[in-house]
């Protein structure tokens, strides 16, 4: 089991200038530069705490937004790629769907693993919905740029023998001849987040490492869509490490700590709540039967999610152990959040990664720092080596698996 810190680096100052938006649309007046200074230095010392305490790191970026002070990924990455030295670095992730030059990511990427001597998990995505009128992206091709984006970042990485050519529907490169290569070969790890089964099936393809998370119902039916790609193609099991889930933290030294400290993270959830329409769902981002569903959830709302036994759960304003339950969050005391990773990862069918968001919202530096070292002292020494319970589930998937040999 690895543990990775994750923060978005928000800046809360600016969440209750316009009750209607807080991405998108907030003009940056009401960003103060010294604030903003204090704030990201503040994120990055907590980055680089994790050597310390013996957690890996995760970065990630957005745009137009309140909610995300990382623009970028690599200027974060490029840092503490120096300033640490034990960590990995998963960037989960690279919006490559909305980024206009792949092939500049390549080069970066591929820097920042070779100053990091082999320390990152290159995490390739689409981009958020919100995020495409910014990136003049028209949201019907992004599936396929994104696709056409990997592919000439990976030709890029993995090619060795001079300058090839690259003309797609989206990118042309006439040379392209990357220096440095990356550190790692062939190249780093590769993950990709998923939002349901169908996504699932191209990352099971490439064998990458998929990233669920915040609900469990939903990574179940993720986690097992894997399995059973992998089962119908009469590959070996995928072991835990190809599977993450994304979680918000909070720990405390009784219930009561945990759970506060969880209310001002679940500030992650409230602030990307207040998106102004229609930007959250413009037309062709996803497919007409996942459009009704989440419209039939809560009327296109980010944070509306489908709760475990079938009712819909509104992340902004639920209870922590609504929020529990929903497998958005883990709470309370170390012995309570062992126990809820305990129950999840069965759940579930089993995750080697847990990506927890331990700092968000208006959690303060000292609770952050503290709810880290419980977490490093208390939690992780009892969970190295977590197994999932068989199931149903995992029955049927080895019997697709037995029937592809027999066959």
């Known amino acids: 089991m690895k543990f990775w810190h994750f923060s978005e680096n928000p800046y809360p100052p600016a969440w209750k200038a316009d009750p209607k938006a807080v991405r998108v649309i907030l003009p940056n007046r009401h960003f103060d530069p010294k604030k903003g200074s204090e704030l990201i230095n503040r994120y990055l010392d907590e980055w680089v705490y994790c050597d310390e305490v013996g957690f890996d790191i995760m970065v990630n970026e957005h745009h137009s937004t309140s909610t995300c002070l990382s623009a970028s990924c690599m200027p974060p990455l490029a840092i503490l790629s120096r300033q640490t030295k034990k960590a990995r670095l998963l960037v989960l992730g690279v919006p490559i769907g909305i980024r206009n030059d792949p092939l500049l990511i390549a080069e970066e990427l591929s820097y920042i693993d070779v100053v990091s001597g082999g320390r990152l998990e290159m995490g390739l995505v689409k981009g958020v919905a919100v995020e495409l009128t910014a990136a003049s992206v028209n949201p019907s091709t992004l599936t396929a740029r994104f696709w056409e984006a990997h592919d000439l970042i990976k030709k890029a990485m993995t090619s060795h023998d001079g300058p090839f050519n ?8 006439r040379h392209v001849n990357i220096w ?3 550190y790692q070969q062939p190249l780093p790890p590769v993950w990709m987040t998923s939002f349901g089964p169908q996504s699932t099936i191209a990352i099971a393809d490439h064998g990458y490492n998929v990233c669920a998370g915040l609900v469990a119902l939903g990574s179940k039916s993720i ?6 790609r992998i089962a119908e193609r009469g590959l070996p099991a995928p072991g835990p490490e190809k599977f993450g889930y994304l979680v918000l933290v909070g720990m405390g030294k009784t219930e009561a700590e945990g759970h506060s400290r969880a209310l001002k993270l679940r500030g992650f959830f409230e602030s990307s709540e207040i998106v102004p329409e229609p930007f959250p769902n ?5 497919p007409a039967e996942a459009m009704v569903k989440t419209l039939r959830a ?10 475990r036994d079938g009712s819909t759960v509104n992340f902004a304003t639920a209870s922590i152990p609504e929020l529990i339950h929903a497998g958005a969050c883990f709470a309370g005391t170390p012995d309570q959040v062992v126990e809820q990773i305990r129950e999840l990862n069965d759940y579930t069918g089993g995750f080697g990664h847990i990506l927890g968001m331990m700092q968000g919202g ?3 530096h000292e609770e952050t720092i503290d709810s880290m070292n419980l977490f490093s002292r208390e939690v992780m020494p009892r ?20 029937g592809i040999k027999a066959a």
């Open 298 to 307: 809560g009327g296109g709302k980010a944070m509306r999610r489908t709760s």
């Open 223 to 228: 986690f097992n869509a894997y399995r059973t």
């Open 383 to 402: 969970l190295q080596d977590m197994r999932a319970r068989p199931s149903e589930e995992s029955d049927r998937i080895d019997s697709i698996r037995e």
């Open 362 to 364: 208006e959690l303060t």
């Open 180 to 182: 440095p290569r990356p």
């Open 282 to 286: 413009p037309v062709g981002y996803a």
């Open 166 to 173: 690259f003309q797609g529907e989206f990118f042309q490169h």
